[in-house]
C-alpha cells in the first residue's frame, strides 16, 4: 500500500521540465505562469506553484529543487543578500554567482512595497512621516513584511513609528481594511485592489524602500541545460509594464480567471482592454461573490482527480510509514517503562512543532521540495498517537492473560504475536484512524511547498481571498477525512464480528 502511495504521490515525469517556481501571492503565481508558458510548447516548463514565502523559495531554488522563479531586486539585496541599501542586478549578480545562482530578464515593472489607507482617511496622512503623529492607529501587515530586513523593523526606525502593528495574510488585508478591522495595510504597487478599495498610498518621503524591479533568479546551469527555453524567456525581458501587471492582477483578483488563462491572454496578445477597467471601483461591485454554480464547478473542475490522488497518496504513504514504525516503538514504550517515557516525549515534541516551519526545515535538510519534505513531516506528525495508542493497549492486556500464556508454554515474542496485540489492536487501530484524519487535515499545508492536494486550491484561495476556491479545497477534505473515518470504523466493525465469531 505504501509503495502504491508512493507511486501515486508524485508520479514520474516523461522529460525532464524546466521547472518553475513561484511565491504564493497572486503576482507571483502569474509571472510563475508566464514563464512557463514563455519558455516554449506544453511541457517544456513546470509551474511549481505558491511554494511559500521568499526565504521557502529561494532555499528550494538553492537545492536545485526549482530551476528558476521570479522575484525583484529590493527583495534579492535587502532580504536575501544583505545587500548595502542601494545595490543594483549587476552587485545582485556577483553576490548570487558564488551561489550557483543568477539573476536577469529584467521583466519591465517595478512592484515596490507601500503602506496604504482608505480615502475617507484625513486629507493630511498622505506620506508615511504623518504616521508618526497617528499612534493609535491600527496596523494589519503581512507576516513576511513584519519579518524581512526592509520590512516593517526598518520602516519603524526610520519613520520613528509608534504603533504595534498585527499580522495578517496578505489576501485577506484588503477586506480587513475596507471592513474597518484595520487602518492602514502593506501593499505591492501593482495590486489590483489599489483602485477596487479606493485606497490611499502613502508617499515614502524619506526613501526607505529600495528599488523592486521584477526579475529573473536562476540557476546557473539553466543557460546550458534549457537553451532554447532559456533563449525564450529572454523575449520576456522590458515586455511587460506596471499598467500591464496591474491589469493581469485585476484579471485574476476580480475577473476571477485562472492563472494560465490570463498569462496565455497576455502573451497572445497583452491584457485585454476590459480587464484594466475592471480594477475600477465602478465595476468591482460587478465582479460579485461567488455563487454555487461556480462552486460546484470547482468542485467538479478536470484537476480534482489528480488533487485527489496526491491528497490520498501523501497520507496513505505518511500513515503506512508511521504505523510500520510507530508499533514497534509503542511495544518499545510499553515494555521498557524509562526508555518508554524518553520515546513519547520525543514524539510528543514533534507535535509541538508548527507545521509551515517544520516543512521550511525540511527543505535544505532533504535538498528538495514536493512530495518528501510532505511525507517526512506528515509521518513525524502521525507517530504520537500511533505510538501511545500502542503502549497503552499493550498496557491494559490483563497480566492474568500473559501469566496463561506462558504457561501454555508460549515464549515472550509468542505471547506478544498471539495474545497482546490481538487483545491491543482495537486501541491500536484506533490511534492509527486519529493519526489519518489528523493527516487528512494538514496534508492540506503540503501544497505550500508544492506536493499538491487539495491544499492547492486552499493556498491560491488565500492568496486571492477567493472563498470559493477556499471552499474547493476544504469540503473535499473534509468529505475524505469523514470517508477515512468511516472505513476505519468499518474495519474496527469486521474485526469485533470476527473475534465474536471466534
Do not use: C
Request: glycine content about 10%; cysteine-free.
Amino acid at each position: 500500500m505504501l509503495a502504491t502511495a508512493l507511486v501515486g504521490a508524485e508520479p514520474v515525469q516523461a522529460a525532464d521540465p524546466l521547472r518553475v517556481g513561484s511565491k504564493r501571492f497572486t503576482e507571483s503565481y502569474i509571472l510563475g505562469e508566464l514563464l512557463t508558458q514563455a519558455a516554449g510548447p506544453r511541457g517544456t516548463a513546470q509551474h511549481q506553484q505558491g511554494l511559500g514565502n521568499t526565504a521557502i523559495v529561494f532555499e528550494a531554488l538553492k537545492a536545485g529543487s526549482i530551476d528558476l522563479y521570479p522575484d525583484y531586486t529590493g527583495t534579492l539585496a535587502a532580504e536575501i543578500l544583505k545587500l548595502p541599501p542601494g545595490a543594483g542586478l549587476d552587485a545582485i549578480q556577483r553576490a548570487l554567482a558564488p551561489l550557483g545562482l543568477g539573476a536577469a530578464i529584467p521583466l519591465g515593472f517595478e512592484n515596490t512595497y507601500a503602506l496604504a489607507v482608505s480615502d475617507t482617511r484625513p486629507p493630511n496622512l498622505r506620506r508615511l512621516s504623518d504616521l508618526s503623529a497617528q499612534p493609535r492607529l491600527r496596523l494589519g501587515l503581512s507576516h513576511e513584511f513584519l519579518g524581512r530586513a526592509d520590512g516593517w523593523s526598518g520602516l519603524a526606525s526610520r519613520y520613528r513609528l509608534p504603533q504595534q502593528p498585527v499580522g495578517l495574510d496578505h489576501g485577506i488585508a484588503y477586506e480587513a481594511l475596507a471592513a474597518g478591522q484595520v487602518d492602514a495595510i502593506d501593499i505591492y504597487s501593482t495590486d489590483a485592489k489599489i483602485l477596487k478599495y479606493r485606497l490611499r498610498v502613502l508617499e515614502d518621503d524619506r526613501r526607505y524602500f529600495p528599488r523592486y524591479d521584477a526579475v529573473v533568479v536562476y540557476r546557473l546551469d539553466v543557460p546550458q541545460r534549457f537553451p532554447q527555453a532559456w533563449q525564450a524567456l529572454q523575449r520576456l525581458s522590458g515586455r511587460i509594464s506596471a499598467a500591464d501587471m496591474v491589469a493581469m492582477n485585476a484579471a485574476a483578483e476580480i475577473d476571477r480567471k485562472p492563472f494560465d488563462v490570463v498569462a496565455r491572454e497576455f502573451l497572445a496578445h497583452g491584457p485585454s482592454p476590459g480587464t484594466a477597467a475592471a480594477a475600477a471601483p465602478a465595476s468591482a461591485a460587478a465582479a460579485a461573490g461567488p455563487g454555487d454554480r461556480r462552486l460546484l464547478g470547482a468542485l467538479l473542475g478536470p484537476d480534482t482527480d489528480r488533487l485527489a490522488r496526491r491528497h490520498v497518496g501523501l497520507v496513505a504513504g505518511a500513515v503506512g510509514a508511521a504505523t510500520l514504525a510507530g508499533v514497534p516503538l509503542g511495544i518499545l514504550a510499553a515494555r521498557r517503562r524509562r526508555t518508554g517515557q524518553v520515546v513519547l516525549g520525543a514524539v510528543s515534541v514533534l507535535q509541538t512543532v508548527p507545521s509551515l516551519a517544520l516543512l521550511a526545515m525540511l527543505i535544505p535538510l532533504l535538498g528538495r521540495i514536493g512530495v518528501w519534505p510532505a511525507l517526512v513531516a506528515l509521518f513525524l506528525y502521525a507517530l504520537l498517537p500511533i505510538v501511545r495508542n500502542t503502549a497503552t493497549g499493550l498496557e491494559q492486556v490483563p497480566p492474568g492473560m500473559r501469566d496463561a500464556a506462558r504457561a501454555l508454554g508460549l515464549r515472550g515474542g509468542q505471547v506478544l504475536r498471539y495474545v497482546e496485540l490481538p487483545l491491543a489492536l482495537p486501541v491500536l487501530l484506533a490511534g492509527v484512524k486519529t493519526a489519518a484524519i489528523i493527516s487528512v487535515g494538514t496534508a492540506t499545508i503540503a501544497a505550500f511547498v508544492g506536493a499538491g492536494g487539495f491544499g492547492e486550491r486552499i493556498a491560491t484561495g488565500l492568496a486571492l481571498n477567493d472563498t470559493t476556491l477556499l471552499l474547493a479545497g476544504a469540503i473535499p477534505a473534509a468529505v475524505l477525512a469523514l470517508a477515512v473515518q468511516a472505513a476505519f470504523e468499518t474495519l474496527e466493525w469486521a474485526l469485533r464480528r470476527h473475534r465474536d465469531a471466534r
